[in-house]
């Protein structure tokens, strides 16, 4: 655990020293925040439900470039080797780089409890609800980083990576809005695949076991195929 958390701070530190984290973190902030205000005082609706609905869609948007650096840099530099070479083993390399963009998610959705604060002074707010969306939030972004980490470790070019990591994470969100035209021998099967079907689940208020099963389930393969694929360098 030690050499874990020892590569999460390292990746963390580099994330801090990184202008993309903070260009994608400030896009997604004024995004988010243009949405929620829009629907607050333009709409006169005090509640969640414009920055919950829209989350699936921006999340899948902007997490490939924050998580197409964690590996794909290093092998574009050469240190990936060095690394690995280290008394690491490719699991705790892993690990840590995934923890570190755990860090950055929880950092950048933690600056968005503002908004639930401020429609809490303007109006009721279903505590339970919003408490379950962040929930889900979390659950869904810990999805998309551990695809593009994995997503990182196929390419050492970053934009590579990060156009597999979108390809990947949106076709998970937009098969779930493809369900009601989809046949109805494939809908049930797009919609057990659907990140955003899930996330909508969780954000009702209602954290079902399928749900917290089909995250985890996505988060581990993607760790194992990212753990794979260093595993494969070894023998290269």
Not at 112 to 119: L, W
Request: charged share 10%; net charge neutral.
């Amino acid at each position: 655990m030690q050499n874990v958390l020892a590569v999460a701070r390292r990746e963390f530190n580099s994330y801090i020293n990184s202008p993309i984290a903070y260009i994608v973190v400030t896009v997604y902030f004024i995004t988010a925040g243009w949405l929620f205000f829009t629907e607050l005082f333009l709409e006169n609706q005090a509640d969640m439900r414009a920055f919950f609905g829209l989350a699936p869609l921006l999340f899948s948007l902007i997490m490939p470039f924050l998580t197409m650096r964690l590996l794909a840099e290093e092998r574009a530099q050469g240190t990936l080797e060095l690394l690995l070479s280290m008394p690491v083993t490719d699991w705790e390399v892993v690990l840590g780089k995934y923890l570190a963009s755990l860090g950055l998610i929880g950092l950048l959705i933690g600056l968005t409890v503002a908004f639930p604060v401020t429609v809490a002074a303007l109006g009721p707010l279903d505590k339970g609800a919003t408490l379950a969306a962040y929930v889900g939030m979390l659950s869904m972004c810990g999805t998309y980083a551990a695809i593009g980490l994995m997503a990182s470790a196929f390419s050492r070019n970053q934009i590579i990576a990060a156009l597999i990591a979108f390809a990947i994470g949106f076709g998970l969100f937009i098969v779930g809005q493809l369900v009601q035209v989809l046949p109805p021998s494939i809908a049930p099967l797009a919609n057990a695949l659907s990140i955003h079907s899930r996330f909508q689940n969780i954000a009702r208020g209602v954290i079902d076991t399928r749900d917290v099963v089909y995250y985890a389930s996505m988060i581990g393969t993607c760790l194992l195929v990212t753990q794979a694929t260093l595993e494969s360098r070894r023998w290269r």
